[in-house]
């Protein structure tokens, strides 16, 4: 049994009269590899914006490590150690590959309030910088500014960020959407050569990455969770492959 | 009875001076809902549209009802040209180059027509019929005024029924909403800028004109009452007809009777009010509306 | 894992990061130009010195619009609240130093600042416009009201400003001692605001800039940050508005008026915003042409000035240094092969 | 060769004799922005004298240097000075639109040591800020002083509600009629301040608090130009004649380049002020035809022409008793106690306090002609600033 990083007890959202998640029960072990799929408005992105924050629950708890953070606004609980990217880049479109990866990374060592050094004086925080983006061969474009940077590109200065934030919990929304194929498994490369004591959950469309990458699976559908298991679980479950695997196998 | 009198007055007053505020500020406020423009030259096209109207009534002698439909007509048509040429390219711009760009034309305006007219003051001769005093049965009142506040309710309804009821109308609230989902759905969004553009700038010149009594006309009316035309946008909320009425008429009498009451005041209250207001509710106080 | 050689630390893209605060060669030139107006235009020393108090105006509010990304059309609050601690100061009596009034005028304005601040920087966009805006006219109209204290419209005249330093008389028709230590105070305030633009804390900042909400997603205290920008910015601009009222041995309304607000965004947007030297830039073009314009041709000096304002927002839309950089860029572009 | 040493000779003699005839006179004044309308009756004033008395200057030749101050500010006023003198080099200043700008420059002014005639600026003690200010213009309490005085004696009022125009010279005015009015026995009810002087109000809610005060005299002051415009109307349109109240005022809510678009409105409105447009005396008669002349017939001087009219008048006899050489010193002494007929009727710098001496004229607003005109009921002479001899607040100094 390994221990649980981040759980939720009947965790809900609404929007008005539409429940966007409902009564969700969920676990992400230490060192998890989880992948959670559904349809699309299955209420996968806002469970994940549950999490981490951005959105409040209307019902339910979210408990981070036995702490219960559901009142907690985003940006502490990514001092508590969640990280997350965005399905649609969010980035710091006029500033440089090293410059948004410095952010992330200042941000974390506790360098970000200094206003009294240069942030060039920090060799710790660019050192850390660069080999994140070496990690994701990113390193000839770091000092490029993002806007000028091919989409594919922007999404791994994307993951680089959260990963410059060290998480326990790392939440990615589909990151290999609008990556090319070839480069997608420079993405999926890195997040596989994490830290072994770090959660990892992604949201992901693309089964082939979801059945290669995931230990184990979260089903979701209609803001509730459907089924769970390892890869093997749900690819075998029939009625799982009725309701999605099907829909999706020509996509 | 006198106190009831005395009420009555003030909130007439109030109301009258609402009226011009809304007039005015109705088509900024669609303008910066729809296209999200900062158009800090909305004044400067209710202060052509007033000199339209003033200047064809004292020199060519239109009457004031036709003045006020051919400064309307030829300020639409002012703005089109502007919008299509000038403004179209600044749409997708930084909030900070809006502001920029709209305060050049602004200082642009006021040179010009103190150049070309003159920097004197604009006087609006009303018709006979709509000087001095009219009996409303429960008091005397400023018949300008009372003429005021009728043609803004007629305005307002007009517009709420555009609003509600027309094609246009639920192509501007699909389009104020949310826009990519009003593209997708197939709305020509450049020709429903350019149209709405049009008639709010026509708007702000009917405002010009019917406000030039109280507001006066002269090269500075673009800059000096922005603040409040922005107040009044601000409190209403952005693409919001009915908001805007509200938060017109409230500003108008809060205005009147804080300077009736309190006038070592001064606008203290008024900056004060609207601080308080934007604070209680950011997104304007009727947001929650649709129209 | 990586080879040494390899060292990503020591890619050129990392080396220019750790070496960009370093001086630039071109930067002490502007410096220098300011000492040689001194002497080459004795006769212009008033306008000189408006002008560099306007450039110290304008690189405070560079920090909040143009670093933090904070549109605001209220900052000249922060001015007159600057000039009314000095005048108010001064001219009741209390406090005339120049130097230590100075540091006053910063310390009320900062806190004017951090107060209107933690209220009004919860909105954006619109709102936080016209709270800005609101704000300051409420100021205007409290200095107004309060003229037994304030000298209302009339403004508190002839204030009593000492020697600086018990040496160097503020002398109304020669104001050489005014510019040189109104430039002296714009190098040092400069060669702050330098070090906290380059600070990680001024990266921060234009992570709030570029993208508040992933600023929030890496775990930044947007709201603080912002507040604190905020403060400094504030600080500053009170620094420039007590200059402004030693200079003049005066202050009146207009320092905390629309104008003033309208003034200094419009200058700093004309020379770049979130450039620093935009500030020098578009302080210079901008008074110089209306000075220029306003001599040869009073009744229509603003015709010019709105022109210029729309070519700017239709085709320079990062100021005239913006302008330097595209052409700089393209320059290097034909240099390099490929 | 000797012909041309010769000719040389002369034309350098020529330059000279024609540099020594110059006098440069520097004008601040608002061209541009709020205050651009009286900017434009003052320089024309100022441009009509030098004009209509081009022959009298011979053989000096006055440079009139404008400069625009824009605001009431003081910053732009204050460099735009400092360069008249530091770097144009100019012999005496003139002008001055607005107090604030006239307090503001006053240090600059008495360390640049050049005579500075005040065109228009009429906050009482400002004479007082530089020995070097001279004022042909007026000061707040001429009018108002006056008025309040003759509102009980003439008028036979009561009570009376002052509204004014919050600024500096409207709570002179306030300051100065109530004086009068209360030590004459009648009683200022209420004071109400009306919006700022930027921006033209809405007096409805003003004047509504004063219908409802039901004084005998309403007295307002506003600044001259639209606010005036707007003043009547109100009142007219609250039927306040009606209601027993008389509206009276100091003669800037009658400016005459605004007296006609008041319309008949304005019939019955009783004003006191040291110059209108109508005063019958000879000066005034060619002053008004040559302004006609010069600029349309539907334009018409005010007191602000008339301020920059005699501010020129004032300077021309200094250029002339000096013979060119502008010693400020001796400009001084050339115009304390100098007389002069103007368009007003006489007037005369009084030695002490370099502020004007006039008189003061009581006129109601009737129809003329088909146009409205203003109709005399009483004349003051000789009216010094009563604030200084009275010695009130900052004018005791």
Redesign the interface.
């Known amino acids: 049994m390994t221990a649980c990083l981040l759980e939720t007890n009947a965790l809900g959202r609404s929007f008005g009269a539409l429940a966007a998640v409902s009564g969700v029960e969920f676990r992400l072990d230490a060192g998890a590899r989880h992948a959670l799929i559904g349809p699309n408005g299955a209420g996968k992105t806002t469970f994940i914006n549950l999490l981490s924050g951005v959105l409040q629950p209307t019902l339910g708890r979210v408990v981070l490590k036995g702490r219960d953070i559901t009142g907690i606004p985003e940006a502490r609980r990514v001092k508590l150690g969640i990280a997350r990217t965005f399905q649609i880049n969010r980035l710091f479109r006029g500033l440089t590959v090293l410059e948004n990866v410095y952010i992330a990374v200042s941000e974390r060592v506790g360098a970000a309030a200094d206003m009294f050094r240069p942030a060039g004086a920090r060799g710790d925080v660019i050192r850390e910088a660069m080999h994140l983006l070496a990690m994701l061969k990113l390193e000839d474009d770091a000092g490029r500014r993002v806007s000028e940077l091919p989409y594919g590109r922007q999404r791994l200065v994307e993951i680089a960020v959260a990963l410059g934030l060290k998480p326990e919990v790392l939440l990615l929304d589909e990151p290999a959407a609008g990556v090319p194929s070839a480069e997608s498994h420079i993405i999926l490369d890195a997040v596989g050569r994490l830290s072994k004591d770090i959660g990892v959950l992604i949201i992901e469309h693309d089964m082939d990455v979801v059945f290669r990458f995931a230990e184990r699976i979260t089903v979701m559908v209609g803001g509730r969770i459907f089924a769970e298991g390892t890869p093997k679980e749900i690819a075998a479950d029939p009625e799982i492959r009725a309701v999605y695997l099907g829909q999706h196998s020509h996509v | 009875m006198i106190f009831g009198v005395d009420v009555a007055s003030m909130i007439l007053g109030g109301v009258a001076a609402g009226m011009v505020l809304f007039i005015v500020s109705v088509g900024l406020s669609v303008t910066m809902g729809l296209m999200g423009f900062v158009n800090l030259a909305h004044g400067a096209f209710a202060m052509l549209g007033g000199y339209v109207i003033v200047l064809s009534m004292n020199y060519w002698g239109v009457p004031f009802l036709p003045a006020l439909a051919f400064g309307f007509v030829v300020t639409a048509a002012v703005s089109v040209v502007f919008e299509r040429t000038l403004y179209a390219r600044l749409y997708r711009a930084a909030e900070l180059e809006q502001v920029l760009f709209t305060i050049g034309l602004v200082f642009m305006t006021i040179a010009s027509v103190t150049l070309l007219i003159g920097p004197e003051n604009q006087q609006l001769r009303l018709p006979a019929m709509l000087q001095g005093q009219v009996n409303l049965g429960f008091t005397q009142y400023r018949t300008y005024s009372v003429f005021l506040i009728a043609t803004g309710i007629i305005i307002v309804l007009g517009l709420w029924l555009g609003f509600e009821r027309t094609r246009i109308g639920a192509q501007i609230r699909a389009t104020v909403d949310n826009r990519r989902m009003a593209e997708s759905l197939g709305i020509n969004v450049n020709r429903l800028f350019t149209l709405t553009f049009a008639f709010g700038s026509g708007m702000a010149a009917l405002g010009g004109g019917l406000g030039a009594e109280f507001l006066g006309l002269d090269p500075q009316y673009a800059l000096k009452y922005l603040v409040y035309f922005l107040i009044v946008v601000a409190v209403g909320g952005l693409g919001r007809v009915t908001g805007v009425f509200y938060a017109a008429l409230l500003i108008g009498v809060l205005d009147f009777v804080l300077k009736k009451y309190i006038p070592k005041g001064g606008t203290l209250f008024i900056y004060g009010l609207t601080i308080l207001l934007l604070l209680w509710r950011p997104q304007g106080l009727f947001a929650g509306k649709s129209t | 894992m ?1 080879a040494p050689a ?1 060292n ?2 020591l ?4 080396l ?6 370093q001086p630039r060669v071109w930067e002490p030139i502007v410096w220098i130009l300011a000492l040689v107006f001194y002497f080459a235009f ?3 020393l ?2 000189g010195t ?1 002008l560099l108090i306007t450039i110290l105006f304008a690189l405070s509010l560079d920090l909040v ?1 143009g670093y933090a990304g904070i ?1 605001t059309l209220g900052h000249a609050a922060f001015f007159g609240v600057g000039a009314y601690t000095v005048g108010m100061l001064a001219y009741h009596g209390f406090w005339n130093e120049p130097i230590s009034s100075l540091m006053l005028a910063a310390i009320v304005a900062a806190l004017v600042g951090l107060g209107s601040g933690l ?1 009004l920087l ?2 954006q ?3 936080l ?3 800005s ?3 300051m ?2 100021l205007e ?2 200095a ?2 309060g ?1 037994e204290y304030t000298g ?4 508190l ?2 204030l009593p400003i000492p020697k600086l330093l018990g040496l160097f008389e503020f ?5 050489r001692t005014q510019y040189v230590y109104v430039l002296t105070v714009l190098f040092i305030s400069f060669l702050f605001i330098r ?2 633009v ?7 900042l ?2 709030i ?3 508040t ?10 709201r603080a ?1 912002l507040v604190t920008c905020y403060t400094i910015s504030a600080a500053i601009a009170g620094i420039a508005g007590g200059l ?1 009222a030693q200079a ?3 202050v ?1 309304l ?1 320092t905390l ?3 003033r607000a ?1 003034m200094v ?2 200058v700093l ?2 020379g770049g ?1 979130g450039r620093m030297y935009g500030a020098f830039v578009g302080a210079v073009a901008y008074m110089v042409l209306a ?1 220029f314009l ?2 040869l041709y ?6 010019g ?10 085709f320079a ?1 990062n100021g005239i240094l913006g302008i330097g950089e595209a052409l700089l860029r393209r320059f290097r572009a034909k240099r390099m092969p490929r | 060769m000797k012909r041309i040493i010769g000719a040389t000779a002369s034309f350098l003699l020529a330059i000279g004799w024609a540099q020594a005839q110059e006098v440069k006179v520097g004008v601040v004044l608002p061209y541009t922005g709020v205050g651009a309308e009286l900017a434009q009756q003052q320089d024309r004033g100022m441009e009509l004298y030098l004009k209509m008395h081009a022959d009298m200057i011979k053989p000096y030749k006055i440079t009139l240097i404008k400069r625009d101050y824009k605001n009431p500010g003081g910053a732009d006023a204050k460099i735009a000075v400092q360069e008249l003198l530091t770097q144009d080099k100019v012999d005496i200043l003139a002008g001055w639109n607005y107090s604030p700008n006239a307090i503001a420059t006053a240090p600059l002014v008495t360390a640049g040591k050049k005579l500075a005639v005040i065109s228009n600026a009429g906050t009482a003690h400002i004479t007082n800020l530089s020995p070097y200010y001279v004022r042909v213009s007026f000061s707040m309490w001429h009018a108002g002083y006056a008025l309040g005085d003759a509102a009980v004696k003439q008028l036979k009022a009561k009570t009376a509600v002052v509204g004014y125009t919050d600024f500096p010279p409207g709570k002179d005015m306030l300051a100065s009629f109530k004086r009068a009015f209360e030590a004459a026995g009648g009683i200022v009810i209420d004071e109400i301040p009306m919006g700022s002087a930027g921006a033209v109000p809405d007096f409805t809610p003003f004047f509504q608090r004063v219908k409802d005060k039901k004084p005998d005299v309403f007295f307002v002051f506003v600044p001259g130009g639209d606010h005036t415009t707007a003043v009547i109307k109100t009142y007219n349109a609250l039927s306040m004649r009606e209601a027993g109240i008389k509206l009276i005022g100091p003669g800037d809510i009658t400016q005459d380049n605004k007296l006609q678009a008041m319309g008949p409105g304005a019939i019955g409105l009783i004003t006191m002020h040291h110059y209108n447009a109508d005063l019958d005396n000879p000066e005034n008669k060619r002053f008004v035809a040559a302004w006609k002349k010069e600029y349309g017939p539907d334009s018409t001087p005010d007191f602000m022409a008339v301020g920059g009219y005699d501010a020129m008048a004032a300077i021309v006899h200094v250029v002339k008793a000096l013979n060119g050489k502008i010693d400020v010193d001796k400009a001084l002494e050339v115009l304390k106690g100098w007389k002069y007929d103007s368009p007003r009727g006489p007037i005369m710098i009084d030695p002490q306090t370099r502020d004007i001496v006039m008189n003061e004229y009581l006129s109601e607003v009737v129809m003329k002609d088909g146009k409205l005109a203003q109709k005399p009921l009483g004349r003051i002479e000789a009216v010094k600033d009563p604030c200084k001899s009275l010695k009130i607040g900052p004018c005791a100094n």
């Open positions: 990586i390899l990503p630390a890619h050129p893209a990392a220019a990061f750790a070496g960009r605060h004795p006769n212009h008033g306008f408006e619009l549109v209220v919860r909105t966009g619109l709102t416009l016209m709270l805006l609101c704000t006219a409420l109209e409290a107004n009201l003229h209302g419209f009339d403004g005249a002839s002398n109304p028709l020669y104001p070090t906290v380059y600070s990680p804390f001024g990266q921060s234009t992570g800039r570029e993208n909400l992933r600023m929030h997603a890496v775990g930044s205290p947007v940050r402004w003049n041995a005066y009146n207009t008026g629309l104008d309208a965004l419009i947007i004309l915003c000075h306003a001599k009073p009744t229509a000096w603003q015709l000035l709105g022109f210029l304002l729309v070519v700017i927002a239709l839309r």
